[in-house]
């Protein structure tokens, strides 16, 4: 890239392995490798990426590629992910990072050593658990106002059971599902706007699990089976690199 | 919930984009805690470090906001032709007592 003033954006930082290298460009320091790509500062630079951010199309492509690199990595090596965005002026600030960084690194890495992370979002579809909670009621003629106030304030209590409900069937997967995991943390639903679906999500859980055990998703088929008739459904994500695991 | 859906997706199928930005902007390791866009010779570990996109927070203040708010407090987002909204223009002409914006 002569010409262009380039940095070092880091995807992460896995244990050093053979075979790191066809995956990205590779800074190697003793036990560590941090997983690099040279940059332009034209599309990395400061004022440009807060433009860059807004456009959609442009943060989903770099978005899944950083996302990318640390899928292939993570399948030869522990690695530690970085947070998008992070890019260095030279490589030699790379293996600073690495020395200076060395212990939490590796203790970084230690902790997430086969295993993975799993996703599991449950999602409410909140007529089916109104229904459930006895509340459905018989449409019919409104003849006065007087009945569609009353119907009016007895959907309003009702939709706030179905809410309440709701976080607490989440809250109540979240600890079982713990139960079947090494860690896990209950992050903030996705909203509507980002799913793209109409129903509201009520658990958006991840999860560290060991390689190949199945106990997580054995007690998603049995909450699913369990919550059938109340109208909740899971998803399970991944495997995915450790992102939501590796904060010190 | 279908077989697919619980499935575990050892093969390349392709990710939410809500789950991959959810994990590659809010997630993962911050270099040296929440580091200003605008801080470009920040002292770090005694290293350089160019520039960051920290956190969702700084991407909020960017305007990078859609995928914020609450799954149940959603309204906010609707036009103002919404039937809630509409319901409730009704019910204030109506002088009957207002359906709660949100709940």
């Known amino acids: 890239m002569i010409g262009v003033a380039t940095g070092w954006y880091v995807y992460g930082v896995a244990a050093r392995r053979d075979g790191l290298e066809a995956i990205a460009q590779v800074v190697g320091r003793g036990p560590l490798a941090a997983l690099v790509a040279e940059v332009p500062l034209d599309e990395y630079g400061e004022e440009t990426l807060r433009e860059r951010l807004n456009d959609r199309v442009w943060l989903e492509e770099k978005a899944r590629a950083h996302e990318e690199v640390l899928q292939a990595v993570a399948s030869i090596a522990p690695v530690v992910p970085l947070r998008f965005g992070t890019i260095y002026d030279e490589l030699a600030d790379v293996e600073r990072l690495l020395d200076t960084q060395a212990a939490s690194f590796e203790s970084a890495l230690e902790r997430v050593r086969g295993r993975v992370e799993l996703g599991v979002k449950a999602w409410a579809e909140p007529s089916r658990l109104a229904a459930a909670l006895g509340g459905d009621e018989p449409a019919g003629a409104e003849p006065s106002g007087r009945a569609y106030l009353e119907r009016r304030q007895r959907e309003q209590r009702l939709a706030a059971e179905v809410a309440a409900r709701s976080a607490e069937l989440g809250e109540n997967a979240h600890r079982r599902l713990l139960a079947a995991a090494v860690e896990g943390v209950a992050n903030r639903p996705q909203p509507r706007e980002l799913t793209g679906r109409d129903e509201p999500m009520i658990l958006n859980g991840a999860y560290l699990v060991p390689v190949g055990d199945d106990a997580l998703h054995a007690e998603v088929e049995r909450l699913a089976a369990e919550h059938e008739s109340l109208g909740i459904t899971y998803e399970v994500t991944g495997p995915w690199p450790p992102h939501n695991f590796v904060e010190t | ?103």
């Open chain 2, 1 to 103: 919930m279908s077989s697919r859906e619980l499935a575990h997706r050892s093969g390349p199928a392709p990710a939410q984009l809500a789950d991959v930005l959810e994990r590659v902007l809010d997630k993962g390791i911050v270099i040296a805690g929440d580091i200003q866009i605008n801080l470009l010779d920040i002292e770090l570990l005694t290293v350089k470090l160019r520039l960051l996109v920290a956190s969702a927070d700084k991407a909020r203040e960017m305007g990078i906001d859609w995928w914020e708010g609450d799954a149940f407090l959603s309204s906010r987002h609707r036009d103002g032709n919404s039937l809630d909204s509409r319901l409730r223009r009704l019910e204030e002409k109506a002088g009957l007592p207002t359906t709660p914006e949100e709940q």
